[in-house]
């Protein structure tokens, strides 16, 4: 007789939460990079909004 074979699973891969700025590295980029609008990647970053145009390298965003 044949034993029945169990299928093997996966986890699924983490899906990050965050993303580190790397140099050269804008919003915009990282929110389309990640699936998102600027305007939703701004959201769950409230202290980017008040210049979004500032942003380091180094700096850990969230993206979920």
Known sequence: KHKARTPTHRP???V???HTVRRGNPLS??????????AKLLSLNPRLRA????????????IR
């Open 12 to 14: 699924a891969k983490p």
């Open 16 to 18: 990050a939460s965050r």
């Open 29 to 38: 980029g990282i929110s389309s990079a990640h699936h998102l609008t600027l």
């Open 51 to 62: 210049n979004p145009n500032l942003s380091y390298p180094g700096q850990l965003i969230r």
